[in-house]
């Protein structure tokens, strides 16, 4: 199983909201899949949106996603998009190398995603040092994390994915991780592992 993801800027406005919700709805029923939609809080800019998609493979996706074509009412949902959405859309597969995709989050749940990009010749250790910190993080929060590597896009990303119920569990898990001394060394024993600059960390919701 993989992730598909589809990220796009809106303006932010709740008209652009209610489209984008529009949007997800009329893809989940056609597609019959269902489709997550999640709105960044921090670390992208406002207005950043992202649909999901569980997916055997590229095949699997195409197959779903045929219907679509065909829809004379999706075309013209999409074709409204161009008054909400400020730039192309970007769409990616990512593979995990560590926990399972699982049921979609209810609405109402968070995730914080972080990646990094591995250094050249660091493959194997960066994934290693990757599963070990997915793991550490998890037995300390109970937050299941996830590893995954992006297909398509920047090659050896690593994206890592931790689920929470609610707002109060994103702040126990950081509560948690950053008192922790054995979780600060891992993080600075990633040395050389990492392209520098390259990580980032985004907050986001399921709102449909």
Known sequence: MQLFTRQLMTTGSPTAMGWAMEMRAMASDTMG?????????????????????????????????????????????????EAHVTGPPEDSLATPLHGDLGDPPPVGSYAVVTSAVIANGRYVDAVGWGIDVAEHVTSLTDMPVMLLLQEYGT????????GAADAAGVDASAAATNGDGDYIAKLSAAGELFVPGSGNRVLVTRIA
Not at 56 to 73: F, H, N, Q, S, Y
């Open 33 to 81: 899949t269902e489709i997550g939609l999640w709105s960044a809080g921090f670390g992208m800019p406002i207005g950043s949106l992202a649909f999901t998609a569980r997916v055997e493979g590229i095949a699997d996706l195409v197959e779903k996603a045929g219907p679509l074509g065909d829809d004379t009412e999706y075309a013209a949902k999409l074709a409204e998009g």
């Open 155 to 162: 090659f050896g990303q690593l994206t890592w994915i931790g």
